[in-house]
């Protein structure tokens, strides 16, 4: 058994533990409100261009001749990015993500396309180059607070590759937010941009007036959905860094509060074993008095 002394030194170290999680567990929920915040403020504004886009798809005569839309017949290279964080400490906020895209590379290369990977946050990063990956483009140092930069920057690298034939379809792993205890692993495909997906209206935007048809154009809806095509698909890797960031501080504000609970039962633990070696040297110094007054008999 170990000393009273040992137990109290292990106790001190588990409070002090206890003591940064608890820490920990606030920052992240006041960073989760303000990026829960930041999702719904992005909401309008991702609605309006989506709004935007698929009336200027619909007024369009050529939307194929348009490079950003023009889907490969044959998919050869499939571009896969990996929405991570920069630390841990979040649960299997990050490992699911990874064990998500790896399972859907081996799915492709099955398939016989190739896999180009592509990773925002250190974790995905590094988790990526430690299984050999070679990375074709990796963001670091945002995902607590990314910023709309942040998202061009990902798109403009994603839409040159795609442009310049390096991959033939873009799919983005992210986890998306649903509440601090629930977050849900999501995959999109961000290019080729289908049709359909410009057109349809997305779930909770409200109905089209069918009055859009009315609309002039100047210039030419062509030319229009040309320069909306890099916004849609800049807000929706905003929209994924957003969820991914919300996710994130979630995740840690859960996982730390389940530390400081478990903390909480392992000095309790500590705090019984130490009474129980208290009373044992306790009993061991009556012994001894017990025997020395023995002996003066």
Request: aromatic share 6%; hydrophobic share 40%; glycine share 6%.
């Amino acid at each position: 058994m170990a000393s009273q002394r040992d137990v109290k030194q292990r106790i001190e170290s588990v409070r002090n533990i206890q003591k940064i999680t608890s820490a920990m567990e606030m920052v992240a929920a006041a960073r989760l409100r303000r990026a829960e915040q930041r999702i719904s403020a992005l909401r309008p504004y991702a609605g309006a261009i989506r709004r935007m886009t698929r009336q200027a798809a619909d007024a369009a005569g050529n939307i194929p001749n348009l490079p950003i839309l023009q889907e490969r017949e044959v998919v050869g290279t499939v571009g896969i990015l990996l929405v991570t964080g920069d630390r841990g400490l979040a649960g299997a906020f990050n490992s699911q993500i990874i064990r998500a895209g790896i399972r859907a590379a081996a799915e492709h290369q099955e398939a016989g396309r190739n896999v180009r990977w592509y990773a925002t946050g250190r974790r995905g990063v590094s988790s990526l180059n430690f299984r050999g990956k070679e990375l074709a483009g990796e963001f670091t140092g945002f995902t607590d607070r990314p910023e709309y930069s942040d998202a061009r920057t990902v798109a403009e690298r994603l839409m040159a590759d795609y442009v310049d034939g390096s991959v033939d379809r873009v799919e983005i792993y992210y986890n998306g937010y649903i509440s601090p205890l629930a977050q849900v692993v999501r995959t999109e495909a961000i290019l080729p941009l289908q049709q359909a997906t410009i057109t349809e209206a997305q779930e909770g935007e409200p109905e089209e007036s069918g009055h859009h048809s009315l609309v002039e154009y100047e210039p030419d809806p062509e030319f229009i959905l040309q320069r909306l095509i890099p916004d849609y698909i800049e807000i929706s890797i905003f929209r994924a860094l957003l969820e991914s960031a919300a996710s994130e501080h979630g995740a840690r504000m859960t996982a730390m509060r389940s530390a400081s609970e478990n903390a909480t039962e392992v000095i309790d633990d500590l705090t019984l074993e130490m009474n129980r070696a208290r009373q044992a040297e306790i009993t061991q110094e009556i012994m001894e008095v017990v025997a020395g007054s023995e002996a003066l008999v």
